[in-house]
């Protein structure tokens, strides 16, 4: 189980590396949108591997194809199937895996688990399961940018050590986030973090780095206290995926070093209603979005994966000397860009259907 | 809806700061366990304001009352029904907020949700709802404790620009950490963490902080892959709690700074099996516990009510100037513990019973 | 688990026969509804046993309190406590239960299922627990009345082999319904009914019956395809009850018997849109409400418990004699009715919240 | 929503008549399960239309494809992706649905529901939905089998006023079953069943009938108390299949008529236990099973789509008369089979599962 997510707006996933394919079925999608499988190439072409020098060189079309669900490019209230082929598969790779468990990997936990782990590839812990929530991640984008006029847009914050200068959360687009190959705006700190990931690679070692999200135009009133607040859905939505340590809104871990005569975001008029003077809310206030602009930053682990010799053991507890073999990302970041997007949507969709509800009370 | 927390052990909580009381129903709790009020009160009487010069002076009893799903002091398998009356109301404190939208606080939000908010206190976002949520942790954590032998214990680690000494999370107890009334291991750091909360209180200003969390003694295989990861749990559940603004697990944001050579768990024989000699993973792999300590850190703001001026806008938009008046918390920290240590015993429970239907197979 | 119904409107019901009470939290109450005891009490004693002649003598008086959620006699959007205390405890009666499993009752599988049951009345099977529905359903009702003008009306259309002439379900009411004690408004029927129940008292024994209700001023389009159809969550919903053993909407099983050029429902052009010349669908099609009159009958079996003398065996399997004493229901009919009321108000209230999100669309 | 069936044990169908396929997602299968295309493939043979003169000529292969969730043809406890390709399309034959909604089809619900609806066919209204959960169902029954040797087996009662003879519950097979092509294991009965369908095709109309269906071999425990009853499961998921009217367990609607002594089922001790000497409570008490065979039977409406002349209106009110062209099945009960036995499959499955949990306490 738990590969649902989300109440009403809900996407059920399928699919690990090296079976035939990966796909979603995402329910509860409003009928009479207009919907087609270029709607969620874009975001599956920034996702996939071998765009750039940055990630692994694995060639993979990706290409989406709709199941079910639509009529004429239209939807129809019914669950959308989504389907992606597995082209390159390499299985010998990755033979040593039967008896050594890779550090930090998901072997030793799903072995424990299950009793049984795929024979190649990291299965469902596998990147490859992504793919579906990004397909669905982009449906759910695009309802609510022609809802409510909703923009998500992540970048690249951080790589190891390297931090980006401040980024401006309502101005920053996916245009300006592309131009470069880290994703990261601000043009010197990323030619300085291509630097760190290349010499990362090249010394057979791997490296961490933080993405930044802002959510714009999301309406006010989305969010379900208690439980299901907006940062906890978030939260969750966040750490759910691979490689993630840590998920921060607003001032975040900084904001737990202030006073409250710091970090009260005072209320002023503003077109439209009240908002407020400062963010450091996050855009969420007592777990309901309050109109301002969703901040929230997610850690990534440098990935597991590396050339490097590791001394570990295997699964009888024999010491052994391990060395990766194939291709392997020496940092994620710069495609969990899109994973997180789609996350975010998949939250806010789901929330604002949630509170449709109440609309006519 | 979301006030249930959980699938198969849960949690529903009702209740706001200034109706008859507050409460919860748990559901799925193992029958044939002994289980009486003071199973419960323990955690409850840690939660309670007005222990120390920390906290507010509101003076309250919490006293809870099972009204059902045991006989005889023990539990039947049936829902566990709890109830703790609310005694303590000063309606009068808070008659400005019915035009004036606090900074920070929910109000706003609520209206902006439901069209109508509590005319006094937090309503749902009170603090005092995390009463149900620490009663029907302690349920789940004594089931842990009885099973697995679980062990949950969190303590401050750091209040303002105060950091505590690194904590050895394999060894601190909740009497180490109850030893101070900062609830922060460290004599030392607890001595300034006190000044600086006197400090903040003197300025009728308040403080944020940080809280850290370890469960040790959790069988390996909990979580479920994707979605309900374990540690998406853990966040969702934190995130949840009044006044966080981020989570991170294992090495956290700092583990974004690492390359995978430093920050992969190599693996060593162990008695009973495989253990990691490092714990940057924070006791969970792929959204699997591995059997190794969960760890992990939870931002707390600072508290929003403040009793210095504050220039802000009521719901018109016309210009205030907005002084708390009555009993605030200057910082939440040593609260939240209890309230922290409960929620991850109510992840690690439904965690565990979702493990359980694997066992046989 | 499963003491909750319900996706978006949902009741949480805790509590058995012998313990400080039974009661409910509903989630999901829209805001801005105004509520208090009153509106929920009318129910609440249609329920209660010691009415009439037909049902237990046992005297209580059932008063329900709303421990949360409303202020002011306003609904706030937030979980709705409800409570009614148990006062009539009579332990004594049961003592036998504790070695004979009670023939078609629920005292072996209890056992079986968590190896511990309570030592007095039925535990969660005892009717007691259809409080909480019956308060929650009333709530439910209240809602779908103001908002859709949904009017539900249930009453007995057998008793043994007595059945009722047909009533015009657009037109019955509950007054009609309440005019004599068995709750037929046929009154000739309705004596014969109260002759049979008075004669299966007399013979220490029990006697079965049917109640039919019907769901007026419904709007069309409620009902989710495929799992969630109105009809399926309509049966799971009547099924739940106690002593329920059978289900059918429409037609039913004499639908079965037909053929389609009897039984289709031709399409007519009606005051607002279309409407059928016929409701052999129940007032559903394809799972979904259309706008008809939704009518179903559910099956009752004879209550268990009877004074006559029954030869069966104890739980080691020795031959025994058992005798009930003390204070049975005949025939529950008369008592379903609001149950089967709050359990319609339920489904038909939570499928209508479904139904909303998609209204903007 | 609502695509979605149980909670642990959980399929998520996909698909329409008309579009790529359909298919299901199959979520908390257990690991190390032997499993592989052919374990699939018997039931959906049997749910295939075009297989005998009492169904539609529509040949389709049905194929079934494992998309994810195998290697080497064991379950790896991930999801199971389920595909069958829709072949055999031909939309001309529905043209005239454009204007003119079906008598007792769900055209005018779904309009009403959606503001929109397949073009052609019945959209997931349509028979071929129920490909994914006959694929899904035979998942959870072979788990059922392996795990407990439970035995499912459905067969015809009755078509239009043809009964057939009592069938023993505790001896029947699908073998037996599948003897003729009506499905009903009393030969006499059959042979007037084939008749009557026969004529109603003759006639260009259709015919109504019942299924019954037992479970045995399954163990006692299943069912949760309250909301989720084993028979409130059950009812929930035979309503959802389409054309279904009723559902009744044990006596059913038969039990309604009788006292309380002639229907209670005495204990006796039988070989592991006690057992009842009758079963009127169909396998089930209190919402848990007894260990005794679970018998349910569903009421079937004749199809709606005949090829009679019917009086109607289109969507604008105006009279229409409408003649359905095209195959379509004049009984849809032997078809019926291999989906109850899904659907019952998938409920025991779910419920066990939830049991487990409690297994070791």
């Given at each position: 189980?738990?590969?649902?997510f989300?109440?009403?707006?809900r996407?059920?996933?399928?699919?690990?590396?090296?079976?035939?394919?990966?796909?979603?079925?995402?329910d509860?999608?409003?009928?009479r949108m207009a919907?087609?499988?270029?709607?969620?190439q874009?975001?599956?072409d920034?996702r996939?591997?071998?765009?750039?020098?940055?990630?692994?060189?694995?060639?993979?079309?990706?290409r989406?194809?709709?199941?079910?669900?639509t009529e004429n490019?239209?939807?129809?209230?019914?669950?959308?199937g989504?389907?992606?082929?597995n082209?390159?598969?390499?299985?010998?790779?990755?033979?040593?895996m039967?008896r050594?468990?890779?550090?930090?990997?998901?072997?030793?936990?799903?072995?424990?688990k299950y009793?049984?782990?795929?024979?190649?590839?990291g299965?469902?812990?596998?990147?490859?399961?992504?793919?579906?929530r990004v397909?669905?991640?982009?449906?759910?984008e695009?309802?609510?940018?022609?809802?409510f006029?909703?923009?998500?847009?992540?970048w690249?914050s951080?790589?190891?050590?390297i931090d980006a200068?401040?980024?401006?959360?309502?101005?920053?687009?996916?245009?300006?986030v592309?131009?470069n190959?880290?994703?990261?705006?601000?043009?010197?700190?990323?030619?300085?973090?291509?630097s760190?990931?290349?010499a990362?690679?090249?010394a057979?070692?791997?490296i961490g780095?933080?993405?930044?999200c802002?959510c714009?135009n999301?309406?006010?009133?989305?969010?379900?206290?208690v439980?299901?607040?907006?940062e906890?859905?978030?939260?969750?939505?966040?750490?759910?995926?691979?490689?993630?340590?840590?998920f921060?809104?607003?001032?975040g871990?900084?904001?737990?070093?202030m006073r409250?005569?710091?970090?009260?975001?005072?209320?002023v008029?503003k077109a439209g209603?009240?908002g407020?003077?400062?963010n450091?809310?996050?855009g969420?206030q007592?777990?309901i979005?309050n109109g301002?602009a969703?901040?929230?930053r997610v850690a990534f682990k440098?990935?597991?994966t590396i050339?490097l010799?590791?001394?570990?053991?295997d699964f009888?507890g024999a010491p052994v000397?391990?060395?990766?073999?194939?291709?392997?990302?020496?940092?994620?970041v710069?495609?969990?860009i899109?994973?997180m997007?789609?996350?975010?949507?998949l939250?806010?969709a789901d929330?604002?259907?949630?509170?449709r509800?109440r609309a006519g009370t």
């Amino acid at each position: 189980m738990s590969s649902t997510f989300g109440t009403l707006f809900r996407v059920t996933t399928f699919g690990e590396s090296h079976c035939k394919g990966v796909g979603a079925i995402v329910d509860g999608v409003p009928p009479r949108m207009a919907l087609t499988e270029a709607d969620l190439q874009a975001q599956l072409d920034r996702r996939r591997p071998g765009q750039s020098r940055m990630t692994t060189d694995r060639k993979e079309q990706d290409r989406v194809t709709i199941l079910s669900g639509t009529e004429n490019g239209m939807t129809m209230g019914t669950p959308i199937g989504l389907f992606v082929a597995n082209r390159d598969q390499r299985p010998g790779d990755y033979s040593e895996m039967s008896r050594v468990p890779r550090p930090s990997h998901a072997d030793f936990a799903y072995q424990t688990k299950y009793g049984i782990r795929a024979s190649s590839g990291g299965g469902r812990s596998s990147a490859r399961e992504t793919i579906g929530r990004v397909a669905g991640g982009a449906i759910a984008e695009k309802w609510l940018r022609e809802t409510f006029g909703t923009e998500i847009v992540a970048w690249v914050s951080s790589v190891g050590e390297i931090d980006a200068e401040a980024v401006d959360p309502l101005a920053i687009t996916r245009e300006a986030v592309d131009a470069n190959e880290i994703r990261c705006p601000d043009p010197a700190a990323a030619e300085r973090m291509i630097s760190a990931v290349a010499a990362a690679r090249e010394a057979k070692d791997s490296i961490g780095g933080v993405v930044s999200c802002v959510c714009r135009n999301v309406p006010p009133g989305l969010g379900e206290p208690v439980f299901d607040k907006a940062e906890a859905m978030l939260a969750h939505a966040m750490l759910s995926i691979p490689a993630t340590k840590g998920f921060e809104i607003g001032s975040g871990f900084s904001g737990a070093r202030m006073r409250g005569s710091q970090h009260n975001d005072r209320f002023v008029a503003k077109a439209g209603g009240l908002g407020t003077l400062t963010n450091f809310s996050g855009g969420i206030q007592g777990g309901i979005t309050n109109g301002e602009a969703i901040c929230f930053r997610v850690a990534f682990k440098p990935p597991a994966t590396i050339g490097l010799a590791q001394e570990t053991v295997d699964f009888e507890g024999a010491p052994v000397v391990l060395e990766a073999k194939g291709r392997h990302d020496p940092c994620v970041v710069p495609r969990a860009i899109p994973i997180m997007e789609a996350m975010a949507a998949l939250v806010l969709a789901d929330l604002a259907m949630r509170q449709r509800m109440r609309a006519g009370t």
